[in-house]
């Protein structure tokens, strides 16, 4: 809920072979775009959500409005 045109998406089930035992339960957050008219997506950012609660909404809004 940004208001904006482009998809952004965060992705919540990431399985990483690092922290083992935790298959997709991982905590990686994972934030892209997708420019459906280019069909090209954009990462934004990466991070554990113990680290951070949310997804840095600024940085979205001043690269995707």
């Known amino acids: ?3 904006l045109e482009t998809c952004v998406i965060k992705v919540k089930k ?3 072979k690092s922290l083992k035992g935790k298959g997709v339960n991982s905590g ?3 934030i892209y775009a997708f420019l459906e008219e280019e069909k090209r997506i954009v990462f934004i950012e990466l991070y554990h959500k113990n680290d951070k609660e949310n997804e840095d ?3 979205i809004l001043r690269n995707f409005t």
Do not use: N, P, Q, T
């Open 14 to 16: 990431i399985s990483c």
């Open 57 to 59: 909404r600024e940085r």
């Open 28 to 30: 990686l957050r994972l």
């Open 1 to 3: 809920g940004l208001g």
